[in-house]
Nanobody, 120 residues
Framework: QLLESGGGLVEAGDSLKLTCTAT????????MGWFRQAPGKQRELVAT?????????????KGRFTVSRGDAKSTVAFQNTVYLQMNNVNPEDTGVYYC??????????WGQGTQVTVSG
């Protein structure tokens, strides 16, 4: 189960931080990250991060968003937490943000989504 939090209504130029915790997984999830879906558009990748710290960003968010995970020296539960720090947001960042966690190449889990709305 993926539990997301941190969405809300902000103004253009503001910052927002999303958090997602993967519960009931007694092992490290190799990859975690975020997708988003804007109204009338397809769901798209925002950012992913592996346990090794390898990151991948959509071009539209590079330099503004930062994806991270819990400290590698901490518990499994904490390492299975992924964050998305969103800076200098703009109205095009509006959408439902979904947390994802890949158990392996064939199994991807999705969160329920959290709404982010950017005005201005």
């Amino acid at each position: 189960q993926l539990l997301e939090s941190g969405g809300g209504l902000v103004e253009a130029g503001d910052s927002l931080k999303l958090t997602c915790t993967a519960t009931r997984f007694p092992f490290l999830l190799p990859t975690m990250g975020w997708f988003r879906q804007a109204p009338g558009k397809q769901r798209e990748l925002v950012a992913t991060i592996s346990t090794s710290g390898s990151v991948n960003y959509a071009d539209s968010v590079k330099g503004r968003f930062t994806v991270s995970r819990g400290d590698a020296k901490s518990t499994v539960a904490f390492q299975n937490t992924v964050y998305l720090q969103m800076n200098n947001v703009n109205p095009e960042d509006t959408g439902v943000y979904y947390c994802i966690a890949d158990r392996d190449a064939a199994r991807r889990y999705w969160g329920q989504g959290t709404q982010v709305t950017v005005s201005g």
